[in-house]
């Protein structure tokens, strides 16, 4: 079955230092792979998605990600973590065809230390 | 551009009394539909999916039930609520179209509901 693993619940990092939140995935094939951002209350934003191509995606707030294939990882980077980055995250993932069902990990909550 | 609305935001209802939280997509046709339940620290489950109308797939056994009346409207709704349905319930869209924004899901702000 179809999965997504979030494994940090989690992080803590100080304001200024770098933070990489990781995404595993378990899927038949390369599935479409995104990353999302929620603030308290709020529906998820959309920061980046992979679809194909180069496998260093860019992200609007700064934030990228990088596809392992052979590591089935999606791993969201950023290099300077800002107070206002404080948020839940969540890696997603759907398949390339047929029903278009998107599966989401448990989400990674970063607490940004001032 | 493309909008999509929930209501209501907030909802504090009885145990065994009903529900119906609403959905509404604008600026697209034919879009993909989809209801989340989101409780803590379960992440995102999705529990709905529609791609047209009277077009339901259920993913999770429930006593909650979905339909669509329309192409834009997706509604959710439950007969007599339990106390684990409580949770905050996300509505989103997905374009069946090309474009950049295809095969993107975007999501609507949410609708907590409470069950006491």
């Known amino acids: 079955a179809q999965s997504v693993t979030q494994p940090d619940i989690h992080i803590t990092v100080s304001e200024g230092a770098s933070l990489e939140l990781r995404c595993n995935y378990s899927?038949?094939?390369?599935?479409?792979l995104f990353w999302y951002v929620q603030s308290p209350g709020q529906g998820l934003q959309l920061l980046l998605k992979?679809?194909?191509?180069?496998?260093l995606v860019q992200g609007i707030k700064g934030f990228e990600a990088e596809f392992k294939r052979s590591q089935s990882s999606f791993n969201l980077r950023k290099p300077s973590v800002h107070w206002s980055d404080a948020a839940e995250y969540f890696c997603a993932v759907v398949g390339l065809s047929g029903t278009y069902k998107y599966i989401f990990g448990t989400g990674t909550r970063l607490k940004v230390l001032a | 551009s493309q909008t999509i609305h929930q209501w209501p935001a907030t909802l504090v209802q009885p145990v065994g009394s009903p529900l119906s939280l609403e959905c509404t997509v604008e600026?697209?046709?034919?879009?993909?539909l989809y209801w989340y339940r989101q409780a803590a620290g379960r992440g995102l489950q999705l529990l709905f999916y529609s791609v047209g109308i009277g077009q339901i797939s259920s993913e999770v056994p429930q006593n909650l039930s979905a339909s669509r009346p329309q192409d834009r409207q997706f509604i959710l709704s439950s007969k007599k609520l339990l106390l684990s349905d409580s949770g905050f319930y996300l509505c989103?869209?997905?374009?069946?179209?090309?474009?950049?924004?295809?095969?993107?899901?975007?999501f609507g702000a949410g609708s907590r509901l409470t069950v006491l």
């Open positions: 992979y679809f194909s191509g180069d496998t």
């Open positions: 899927y038949g094939a390369t599935p479409y």
């Open positions: 600026g697209t046709s034919n879009p993909n």
């Open positions: 989103a869209w997905r374009t069946s179209g090309g474009g950049s924004g295809a095969n993107v899901l975007t």
